[in-house]
């Protein structure tokens, strides 16, 4: 939104700007735009940031690329922006090794052919946009209605991308060749939360130890423990909590606790309350959000600047309670990831081995098959633990499961 919108582009005179007045208060696209962002603020902050990018490149695209005003755009144009996405030029592409903040001459907005899954997110973000600003009585048309694809409702989901007993045994033996410290307790408690617990990353840097509570079975209090999570559609679930996850979650609680006490580490989260202290935290305080960059990109400030940081412009954000940012589990995760994958000795050159293309998700996949096995594939129990909108996408786990198939073919008998 910083960017210099050409006036002759930036919507005042749209090809299909509606002749009468729009409920957005808007005078040109940049003006719409900043209301539609405004007005998703409910979702959550991973779906606003995934949004935000989708907009950001049709932007990008439209001004620099096509020459076009967003409320310009028509239905041939999003197709061949769908194309653009598919095949990008080198200069939209990322250097790996170039400095890839927002501010440098090196930033591109690509890493390179967006995934089916992303050009699914980038058309409904584009779509939910324009289907606003039609009812708004900005624009005319939704240029973008057809190209929405599959909804994210995770029906077409990869959930073979699941850890085998045997990948599980090189994730502890890695484990166990790591230092002793509070680095390695806090993995512990990012890994088993995700493994035992199924929760979504998002969910698991969201939850607060005051979302933990203990289990009510036929109006009683038991000594079981849950925590209440609030997912994707706002929907709301409890999910029970395995009590090494417990266990590992309050030694870390505990290490960050002390770091506290002794007075060289996270003094700004000491005042935060044990309610509000973050399940997963950072160890050091010497960071800020940037909601940017998918709350990851860290730069240092100083303790004069800590409260009064978070009013000098709207995309940044103070970490104020110190928990983890999505991107930095992802981050940590992927660290470890690798060097599961020097424990397995994978191929350098094998890209799609196991614990290269491993991320945060495979957990949850993992969570997900060993809970349906334990349950004798009780469907409705595992959509209620994992939040699914609907049974279906439950449902997929037990299609990718090849055991019973594999026990049925053995028993076959061929006629020669």
Not at 21 to 29: G, Q, R
Not at 363 to 378: G, I, N, P, Q, V
Request: some cysteine.
């Amino acid at each position: 939104m910083s960017m210099d919108w050409p006036l002759a582009l930036n919507g005042s005179n749209g090809k299909f700007r509606s002749p009468t007045e729009n409920s957005l208060a808007a005078h040109n696209d940049q003006e719409a735009v900043q209301a539609w962002f405004r007005l998703i603020r409910e979702k959550s902050a991973h779906t606003q940031t995934a949004y935000r990018r989708a907009i950001e490149r049709l932007i990008l695209w439209a001004v620099h690329e096509r020459g076009l005003a967003l409320s310009s755009l028509n239905e041939l144009d999003m197709q061949d922006f769908k194309d653009f996405l598919c095949n990008p030029p080198a200069h939209w592409l990322q250097d790996p090794t170039a400095d890839r903040e927002r501010k440098a001459n090196t930033w591109r907005p690509l890493k390179g052919p967006l995934s089916g899954a992303s050009l699914s997110v980038t058309f409904a973000a584009v779509s939910a946009m324009y289907s606003h600003w039609m009812e708004s009585r900005y624009t005319t048309l939704n240029p973008a209605r057809k190209l929405i694809g599959k909804r994210t409702d995770e029906l077409s989901m990869d959930v073979k991308r699941s850890f085998t007993d045997q990948d599980l045994d090189v994730i502890a033996r890695t484990f166990e060749k790591l230092p002793d410290n509070p680095a390695k307790r806090r993995l512990r408690a990012i890994l088993l939360l995700l493994e035992l617990g199924g929760l979504r990353r998002e969910e698991a840097c969201n939850a607060t130890w005051g979302d933990v509570q203990r289990v009510r079975i036929d109006g009683n209090l038991t000594d079981n423990m849950c925590i209440e999570v609030i997912g994707k559609g706002n929907r709301q679930r409890f999910v029970p909590l395995h009590e090494s996850v417990l266990d590992a979650l309050r030694d870390h609680l505990q290490d960050r606790k002390e770091l506290m006490a002794n007075g060289k580490k996270l003094q700004k989260f000491k005042a935060v309350t044990d309610k509000k202290q973050p399940l997963l935290g950072v160890l050091d305080d010497k960071w800020i959000l940037v909601h940017d960059k998918r709350l990851d990109d860290r730069s240092p400030i100083e303790d004069s600047d800590w409260d009064e940081f978070d009013h000098r412009s709207p995309q940044y954000t103070v970490n104020k309670t110190g928990g983890l940012s999505v991107q930095s589990v992802y981050q940590i995760l992927k660290g470890f990831f690798k060097q599961c994958s020097d424990t397995a000795q994978e191929s350098v050159t094998d890209n799609m081995a196991t614990f290269k293309r491993a991320s945060t998700h495979w957990l949850r996949h993992t969570f997900a098959h060993h809970l349906l096995k334990e349950t004798e594939r009780d469907l409705a129990l595992v959509q209620a633990v994992l939040g699914h909108k609907s049974i279906s996408t439950t449902a997929i786990y037990v299609k990718a499961d090849l055991e019973a198939r594999v026990k049925g073919v053995k028993k076959l008998r061929g006629s020669v």
